[in-house]
């Protein structure tokens, strides 16, 4: 089965620094989302990424799949408080439509 | 639309009770989804349905979890009897053609059993 790993854990930013979380895959990727989750709530799409090299952008956030299509980034631009919660990585299973496994996820915090 | 429902938002029960928990999803999504979070495990996928039907089962822990999809707006999770070591809290998502659009996450129902 296919399995993500993510990195860092956890984040702790000063507000308006800039950051990276990463999403690596034991297989390669078919289809890769990034969501947001905060605390105590259901998660919220972000966005996703199926070609490799492709690149995406909301407002500050841009997430990229690398060529070979086993690894994503997400990237933030001048970190808000708005932007603390746990972000997750998430990745079509090959050959079964509609079935993700997800990340631990990563914890980001941004000290005001 | 008002999203993903997801009933109810607590649940406080007793080791042994039988749970129910209720979804119904985004008019028009074609796909539903069940997930278990926990600190220990992360997310996890217990079942999920297409078109009312479920395909893939492989994730629900044990016999003591059913799930069931009468129709295309409404959607149980029961766990019958309820142990300590199922306190989680459980997600329901909803999509349109599965692949490709991302999931509509429901807020969550977070059972305690004691």
């Known amino acids: 089965s296919q399995e993500l790993e993510q990195s860092p854990q956890s984040l702790i930013v000063q507000e308006g620094k800039n950051l990276t979380i990463n999403c690596t895959s034991s297989k390669t990727l078919y289809g890769l989302y990034w969501y947001k989750q905060k605390y105590g709530e259901g998660l919220i799409f972000l966005m996703m990424?199926?070609?490799?090299?492709e690149e995406k952008s909301h407002e500050k956030i841009t997430a990229k799949l690398d060529e070979k299509k086993q690894q994503s980034s997400l990237h933030i631009t001048a970190s808000q408080p708005s932007h603390a919660g746990i972000y997750l990585c998430g990745a079509d299973g090959t050959g079964n439509a509609g079935k993700s496994t997800f990340g631990d996820g990563t914890t980001l915090t941004v000290k005001p | 639309d008002a999203g993903v429902i997801q009933s109810p938002r607590h649940e406080v029960t007793e080791m042994g009770q039988e749970v129910t928990l209720r979804c119904k999803p985004i008019s028009g999504h074609d796909y539903l989804f069940w997930y278990r979070q926990t600190m220990m495990r992360g997310l996890e996928l217990l079942i999920y349905?297409?078109?009312?039907?479920?395909?893939?089962d492989s994730g629900m822990p044990e016999d003591r979890f059913s799930a069931k999809m009468p129709n295309a707006s409404f959607s149980t999770l029961k766990i019958q009897p309820s142990e300590p070591r199922d306190s989680a809290v459980y997600f329901c998502?909803?999509?349109?053609?599965?692949?490709?659009?991302?999931?509509?996450f429901g807020s969550g129902t977070r059972l305690t059993v004691v």
């Open positions: 349905f297409n078109n009312n039907v479920p395909i893939d």
């Open positions: 990424l199926q070609k490799g090299g």
């Open positions: 998502a909803s999509s349109f053609q599965g692949r490709g659009n991302g999931y509509t």
